[in-house]
C-alpha cells in the first residue's frame, strides 16, 4: 500500500465514525487516526522495549519496567522513561479495548484496560501540563473520555473495517492469536 494512502484511510474513517456519533473534537480524532496508523503495523503494539531490550508485551509488563525505572539503586534508573511508558500503555490500551474488544472482553481484562488506560493518559496530561506542553489538554480528555473514544474505535471498526473474520488470521501471529484465543 502506497504510504500515504493509510493515514488518509484513517482520518476519513475516523473522520466519519466522530461525524456519525456526534463526537466533536478535531485533535482526538487526529490523535485516534494517528494511532490507527501505527498500530497498522502489530509490531508498534510492542514498539517500547524493556531497558535490556525486551519486547513489553503485556500492560503489566510496562507497569513493572516502569517500577523497575524508579528504582534508584539499579542500574536500569530511568525515571524518565516513565511518559513513554505510560503514553504506550494508554495507546495500546485504547487500540485494543477499541479495535479488538471482543478478544479483551474474553480475556475478561476490559474493565482493567479501562482503568490503566485512563490512568496512563492521565499521568501522560498531568506531566505534559507540568512542563507546559501544549498537548496537555488532549491527554486530559483521552483520559476523561476514554470509554467514548474506544467505542467510537470499536464502532469504526465494525461499520467500515467489515470482514467476514475479525479480526483479519493472515500470517500475522498476532492477529492469527487473536482469533485462536
Do not use: C
Not at 456526534?22 to 503495523?41: E, M
Request: aromatic fraction near 14%; charged fraction near 30%.
Amino acid at each position: 500500500m502506497e504510504p500515504g494512502l493509510l493515514p488518509r484511510f484513517f482520518e476519513r474513517v475516523t473522520r466519519q465514525s466522530f461525524q456519525d456519533l456526534a463526537l466533536d473534537d478535531p485533535p482526538v480524532a487526529r490523535y485516534l487516526t494517528d494511532l490507527l496508523t501505527r498500530f497498522a503495523r502489530t509490531e508498534a503494539l510492542y514498539a517500547v522495549r524493556d531497558l535490556p531490550g525486551r519486547k513489553l508485551e503485556t500492560v503489566a509488563d510496562s507497569l513493572l519496567t516502569i517500577r523497575r525505572a524508579w528504582d534508584w539503586e539499579s542500574p536500569d534508573w530511568n525515571p524518565e522513561a516513565e511518559r513513554t511508558l505510560r503514553r504506550h500503555i494508554g495507546d495500546y490500551t485504547m487500540f485494543m479495548t477499541g479495535v479488538f474488544h471482543e478478544h479483551v472482553e474474553r480475556l475478561a481484562a476490559t474493565d482493567y484496560y479501562l482503568h490503566e488506560g485512563r490512568r496512563a493518559y492521565r499521568f501522560v496530561f498531568e506531566t505534559a501540563r507540568a512542563d507546559g506542553n501544549k498537548d496537555a489538554p488532549l491527554y486530559r480528555r483521552l483520559s476523561d473520555r476514554f470509554e467514548h473514544y474506544a467505542g467510537a474505535l470499536t464502532y469504526a471498526r465494525k461499520v467500515y473495517f467489515p470482514s467476514e473474520q475479525w479480526p483479519p488470521a493472515g500470517t500475522d501471529p498476532f492477529f492469527r492469536s487473536l482469533v485462536t484465543e
